[in-house]
């Protein structure tokens, strides 16, 4: 079949919508060159992308495209930046972007997704990944990921009780969040207090829309997310769209404004940070740090202290305070009060003070429920089962031997921090 677009060199030129279309039809990778009317696709990139054309020329996967922001609705939030962009296409979806001409990065990317596309259509999937970075080593033997790829960044986003209430919001925009790229690293649904939001929205608190937003606000439950990714604040925020509806509306339909529009709602029903100083304070106002206390029990100790440790560190606690003692029968059991007189408390005794336990304060937002989600659950057949990457999946011995110990509420916590360590202040 034809294709009805012209080809200038090797570029797919795209200036309208049918022409968008059928860009989309491409079997394989389409490397699109977003550009502005007014200045023209980039010609920085040329060479760079003539020279990848050639490497990858044996199989017929990769292609690229120029395309005007101004007429393509699908890159209306591409319109009037003076920054280039490069889109990702790959069978018809876009996957990523990169911002800016960075050269390294575009090539390691364009790079990645033919072998990985490459890898598919040689039907080993599963070892594409692999196979990928082999052969990007190979290509680009000096190159360090490190260098060129963005940091990784958090940032707080809130869907509003109105929309939260209309239940279709919350499934696909969650979807849209994680094919944006973004990972929720963690989220939770609360009904905020009136105390709660003069203190978050203390900057607000004389505005003459402040007693609607307070209303609005102590409604139901606010669905509150950290997400995380490269560049974490802005990409959010282009995401979310223009501030008011009737903006996003008019300047970017695909955004999240303008598609979960509540009508008659006076307060905009989706929040982002501004700056990576505002998300820090906002992701700390509603994920405060935490302490919780965790132990590797005597068993788990002697033997795997150290992949345990690791496990710790990889999972993103702080570890606080931290010292290797046998507890005393009397601090096992305060550990284990809640347990007194159930059959197996006596064997529990014996084995928490059968040698020295790893006993430490560990520091995190959420700490006491995610260090007992890191553990798993108490069983290991069960923790094999339904936690395979928990600890005691990897480390216990059966029941009582179970690798290790955790508070099970704040106040729990605090008790037994206090028991162990005496008064502390931790911050
Ligand atoms: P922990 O309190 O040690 O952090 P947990 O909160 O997951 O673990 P609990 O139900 O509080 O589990 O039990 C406390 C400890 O008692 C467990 O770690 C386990 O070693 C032991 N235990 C619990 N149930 C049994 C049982 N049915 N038989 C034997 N030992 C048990
Ligand atoms: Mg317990």
């Known amino acids: 079949r034809m294709l009805k677009c012209q080809f200038i060199l090797f570029q797919m030129i795209i200036t309208n919508e049918s022409q968008w279309d059928e860009m989309l039809l491409i079997k394989g990778v389409v490397v699109i060159d977003v550009y502005q009317a007014w200045c023209g696709p980039c010609k920085a990139v040329l060479n760079l992308f003539r020279k990848l054309k050639n490497e990858f020329s044996e199989d017929d996967v990769l292609h690229f495209a ?7 609705l699908a890159l209306q939030s591409f319109k009037n930046k003076c920054e280039p962009v490069f889109l990702f296409c790959v069978n018809g979806k876009i996957i990523s972007l990169v911002k800016g001409v960075n050269a390294p990065l575009l090539s390691k990317k364009i790079t990645e997704l033919v072998l ?147 009508s008659n709602v006076p307060i905009g029903q989706l929040h982002g940070s501004s700056t990576p100083d505002d998300a820090q304070k906002e992701l700390e106002f509603f994920f405060p740090q935490e302490h919780t206390l965790a132990l590797i029990k005597p068993a788990a100790a002697a033997k795997h202290k150290d992949d345990i440790l690791q496990k710790v560190k990889d999972a993103g606690f702080r570890i606080s305070k931290i010292k290797e003692e046998s507890l005393t029968r009397e601090m096992a059991a305060q550990f284990y009060k809640d347990h007194e007189g159930k059959p197996f408390f006596e064997d529990l005794l014996s084995c928490m003070t059968e040698g020295p336990s790893v006993i430490m304060v560990l520091t995190k937002e959420n700490a006491v429920e995610e260090w007992r989600h890191l553990m798993g659950p108490v069983d290991p057949e069960v923790a094999k089962e339904t936690s395979p990457g928990s600890i005691r999946a990897h480390f216990a011995q059966d029941i009582l031997s179970n690798a290790v110990h955790g508070s099970s509420t704040k106040e729990h916590a605090q008790k037994s921090i206090e028991c162990v360590f005496g008064e502390l202040d931790l911050d």
């Open 116 to 262: 990985e596309e490459r890898a598919i259509a040689s039907g080993q999937k599963d070892h594409s990944i692999e196979s990928a970075s082999r052969q990007l080593a190979f290509f680009f033997p000096n190159f360090d990921t490190d260098k060129t790829e963005q940091k990784m960044e958090k940032t707080l986003a809130l869907i509003r009780p109105c929309l939260l209430k209309e239940r279709r919001g919350k499934k696909s925009i969650l979807q849209r969040i994680k094919d944006d790229g973004f990972k929720i690293a963690m989220q939770k649904e609360i009904t905020l207090t009136e105390e709660q939001i003069h203190e978050f929205y203390k900057e607000h608190v004389d505005q003459d829309y402040f007693p609607v937003l307070l209303e609005q606000m102590t409604s139901g439950p606010t669905l509150v997310l950290a997400l995380t990714r490269e560049n974490a604040v802005a990409h959010w925020r282009d995401l979310l769209g223009p501030k008011t509806v009737e903006e996003a509306m008019k300047e970017n339909p695909n955004s999240l404004r303008a598609q979960y529009a509540v």
């Open 66 to 72: 120029v395309a005007e922001a101004d007429n393509i």
